[in-house]
């Protein structure tokens, strides 16, 4: 089962900062927190991670709090193409494990 | 560099028939995982393969199998076909295994009629 809880749907204005939540309150010491998102009809697309210090891309900003418990993911400028489902998950870095989605968020960025 | 390729594409099958589905994973990677994903149970795992050995398996009955080649492409097979295994199969190729960088395949869409 996933570890991590997501709202199932969430709505963005075009050009406006879109921020997902997820919360993972049962993660372990050496876990780090993945945001995969798909866009319809697509394969899952790598977005980010961390581990407990924020991080940020050129896709988006991952904001992890400092107990660990929840993270945000953050699109600064949320387009059209940006309308996906959000996959928030939490995994050891090093290993073989294989990634456990849950349901996610769909996000719909509206004109 | 080339992505991750899945053929077909698109898939009709009977129901009890057998299906293979292929997967080129990118140039370098050496594991490959497939994920099944349906309206109603979303993304679940089916098996991963590192180096022509099967290193995770999911749960899923033994209809579905797989192999890996010495080359990294791989094959899913599933067997006696039913309703149910209508679903988007995806590929993943990562270098060493999911928990580097995992790239997902357009996948295949079988549908079982």
């Known amino acids: 089962d996933a570890k991590t809880t997501q709202p199932p749907s969430m709505d963005c204005a075009e050009g406006r900062a879109a921020n997902l939540p997820c919360n993972h309150s049962?993660?372990?010491?050496?876990?780090?927190v993945y945001w995969y998102r798909q866009i319809h009809s697509q394969g899952p697309q790598y977005i980010i991670h961390?581990?407990?210090n924020n991080e940020t891309n050129e896709m988006a900003s991952l904001i992890i709090t400092e107990d660990r418990k929840s993270s945000t993911l953050i699109l600064p400028h949320a387009t059209l193409r940006d309308t996906a489902v959000y996959y928030c998950?939490?995994?050891?870095?090093?290993?073989?494990?294989?990634?456990?989605f849950g349901k996610g968020t769909r996000l719909s960025v509206i004109a | 560099k080339a992505g991750v390729t899945q053929t077909p594409r698109y898939l009709i099958k009977t129901r009890g028939q057998q299906v293979t589905l292929s997967c080129s994973p990118i140039?370098?990677?050496?594991?490959v995982s497939w994920y099944q994903q349906t309206p109603g149970q979303g993304l679940q795992f089916l098996f991963e393969?590192?180096?022509?050995?099967?290193?995770n398996k999911g749960n899923f009955p033994g209809r579905f199998s797989g192999r890996q080649f010495s080359n990294s492409r791989s094959e899913m097979n599933v067997s006696t076909l039913e309703l149910g295994d209508s679903a988007l199969y995806l590929c993943?190729?990562?270098?060493?295994?999911?928990?580097?960088?995992?790239?997902f395949g357009q996948g295949t869409r079988l549908t079982v009629v």
């Open positions: 393969y590192f180096s022509e050995t099967q290193r």
């Open positions: 998950i939490v995994r050891v870095r090093f290993g073989n494990t294989p990634l456990v």
């Open positions: 049962t993660i372990s010491g050496n876990e780090y």
């Open positions: 961390g581990l407990k």
């Open positions: 140039s370098g990677h050496r594991s």
């Open positions: 993943v190729s990562s270098w060493g295994g999911m928990n580097t960088e995992a790239f």
